[in-house]
């Protein structure tokens, strides 16, 4: 009876899935800039002539490069979910992609005679990377949670690498912004002949690893305990998942979320066994990329979605679902990164910062690049250089107290507005209201990101507030929102036909060209904000001791926890319509202040506001004499000097 359930469900699966491949096959060849109907297609095809000639040169390479690449994809997640025993484990989560990207970028860059002559194994380096520096920070043990925080670090620290490259060398990557975000476009079948070799070999071994990974899944001591070798089960597991997915990259660039719904699809229906699941979540892989393609030729026939941005929109509410799901099955406790057990006297460290920031703003102000020496007058130093420097530091003021209020409120050491996906969403509520209306003055700007923050602020309150806003929860939560929030930007850009250089520097976050207007504005805003801020403080001291606690002395839980996260959403996303999607300030700033003030919030929001503006002024400073005249955007520095850090308090966290 159980088999033929199986089989019953097996079939379901596999007819649905070619039915409906089929169908969105049909409606991908027909879609282009040369028109014709799916009748003529039907017809004309198998005539030579001018449809015949654009379905074997262009189109049919296209969907068969969405089905191998699709379907690698699937099966490449489902590998690593059963390897790393997480549900939200792929190629895209776990930063493979963005580490054979990155590397793709770089040998273009440097050496591209062997980016040409080995595509493949450029991509598979990067790959092989950013897995062993994956499975090194989560541990032995593979906690899902720790593995998904960890991926996306990986991913951001890569993605940082990639933009810095992409903005410095524009002339040689400009043809790879399209191509980075995911596309499927074919010029030939070199990419499909170069391909789906090294794809069918993958998959042929991981069809041959089926039996072990049976075994595998009950337990590794199990499995040891039944002969079986388990390393090498796992080291060719990761291997071929790795090869896949990197084979992937080095022909349509990163995509992610197909590897993570896809085998999830097939488990939902009832496959069992990892032969069905792995022929199955090919099938629905190649039909979910298939159907993305499909769906964004539709949104915007004229231009050319990259299909990853269109997998992201689909997939970061199934991501939403997981995060739920997998954190609600955890059920862990709420943590705070420590403090110091000796903090240091208020009266000590606050004279040290603002010394220390005044020395860095005048260096900062009065250094000039290009001559090698310092100036100190001049109306191009007033003009440009001052209000640069000084938007700098009170945006970086921003970002830290919106960081300190987040964590406090939910209890949360790894929130911040961008891991939470706040900033990512305000960037996409701002790029919304500029598309819509054009001529709309920058200062108008912070309505869009306002909206865009907001309704990230919703969808959290939305699946956190009955879990007590689990720290777990909020964070999974965080990867999908800020996935989300940069498909929506990506998309906008090509549909506002921004250049790729202005484009990544609105993504990347930059204080350049900011004025004396931005001064008056960030002052205003910051002023503002504090006060409410500053009164937050002592409630938040209150909700360190837990919520029966805080009730227990008079406190109204929920309207300081709706409080605080107005507040820091509004706080950071000032700082989003200034500067643009700047992350990691609000996320070190207040971990290198809680080691100096311990966990009392005035004090802490202080420092964290100190550092967090000298750390953006440093970071500004850098970017604009490192390369002069060329310019790093500030935010880009600022993810490569705080990605190793936070990997570092992943590392050390338990």
């Known amino acids: 009876m159980v088999m033929a359930s199986l089989s019953k469900k097996s079939f379901v699966s596999l007819t649905g899935g070619f039915f409906l491949l089929i169908v969105l096959s049909v409606i991908h060849l027909t879609q282009g800039q040369a028109q014709y109907t799916s009748q003529e297609l039907l017809e004309q095809v198998w005539v030579p002539g001018r449809v015949q000639d654009i379905v074997l040169s262009l189109r049919l390479p296209r969907l068969a490069i969405g089905i191998v690449a699709g379907g690698a994809l699937a099966v490449s997640g489902a590998a690593l979910q059963t390897l790393t025993r997480n549900p939200l484990a792929s190629a895209g989560t776990l930063g493979i992609n963005s580490g054979a990207f990155f590397f793709v970028v770089a040998s273009m860059i440097f050496f591209p005679g062997v ?148 085998p999830h699809i097939v488990k939902m229906m009832g496959i069992k066994g990892h032969f069905q699941i792995f022929v199955h979540s090919f099938l629905w892989g190649a039909t979910l990329l298939i159907g993305a393609d499909v769906l964004g030729r539709m949104v915007q026939p004229a231009q050319e979605i990259p299909v990853g941005a269109m997998t992201a929109l689909l997939g970061s509410p199934w991501l939403l679902y997981l995060a739920w799901k997998t954190a609600k099955a955890l059920k862990q406790g709420d943590r705070q990164m420590g403090g110091t057990r000796a903090p240091m006297r208020m009266k000590v460290i606050i004279p040290i910062l603002v010394a220390s920031s005044a020395v860095v703003i005048l260096i900062a102000y009065s250094y000039n690049a290009l001559s090698g020496g310092f100036d100190w007058s001049g109306s191009a130093v007033w003009t440009f250089r001052a209000p640069r420097v000084m938007t700098a530091f009170l945006v970086g003021v921003m970002l830290a107290v919106a960081g300190v209020l987040f964590q406090g409120v939910l209890r949360n050491p790894l929130a911040d507005a961008s891991v939470i996906g706040v900033t990512s969403m305000g960037g996409a509520g701002a790029m919304l209201l500029l598309i819509m209306f054009p001529a709309l003055p920058p200062k108008y700007l912070p309505i869009g990101a306002m909206i865009g923050a907001m309704t990230a602020l919703a969808i959290i309150l939305f699946t956190a507030w009955k879990n007590n806003f689990q720290p777990i929860l909020v964070a999974l939560i965080g990867i999908a929102i800020s996935a989300f929030g940069s498909a929506v930007i990506q998309i906008f850009v090509v549909k506002a036909n921004l250049s790729v250089a ?107 506001g100190l550092l967090g503006g000298l750390l953006l002024v440093v970071a500004d400073f850098i970017g604009r004499v490192v390369i002069a005249p060329k310019d790093i955007p500030s935010g880009l520095v600022v993810a490569l000097i705080g990605t190793p850090y936070l990997l570092y308090l992943l590392r050390k966290m338990k």
């Open 115 to 262: 980016l040409g002559a080995y595509p493949f194994l450029t991509s598979l380096c990067g790959a092989v990377l950013a897995a062993t520096l994956v499975v090194f920070l989560s541990g032995k043990q593979m906690n899902p949670v720790r593995v998904a925080l960890t991926g996306m670090i990986v991913s951001l620290f890569f993605a940082s690498l990639t933009g810095a490259l992409q903005l410095l060398f524009e002339n040689q990557t400009n043809g790879l912004f399209l191509w980075g975000a995911g596309t499927l476009v074919q010029m030939n079948w070199n990419g499909v002949l170069f391909s789906a070799p090294i794809i069918g070999a993958g998959f042929i071994g991981i069809l041959l690893l089926s039996k072990p990974l049976n075994t595998f899944s009950l337990g590794e001591d199990i499995a040891a305990s039944l002969g079986q070798r388990v390393l090498a089960v796992k080291l060719t597991t990761w291997g071929l998942a790795i090869v896949m997915a990197a084979a992937t990259v080095s022909v349509v660039g990163p995509i992610g979320f197909v590897g993570l719904m896809a």
């Open 502 to 608: 202005s484009a990544l520097v609105w993504l990347s976050g930059s204080t350049y060209g900011n004025g004396w207007g931005s001064v008056q504005m960030a002052s205003l805003l910051l002023f503002i904000l504090l006060v409410p801020a500053l009164y937050l403080t002592r409630n938040l001291d209150g909700l360190l001791f837990g919520d029966d606690v805080a009730q227990g002395l008079g406190m109204n839980v929920r309207y300081v926890r709706l409080g605080a996260l107005f507040t820091a959403v509004a706080v950071s996303t000032a700082a989003v319509s200034i500067v643009g999607t700047i992350g990691f300030i609000g996320l070190v700033a207040p971990h290198i202040a809680r080691r100096l003030t311990g966990y009392k919030h005035f004090p802490l929001l202080l420092v964290s």
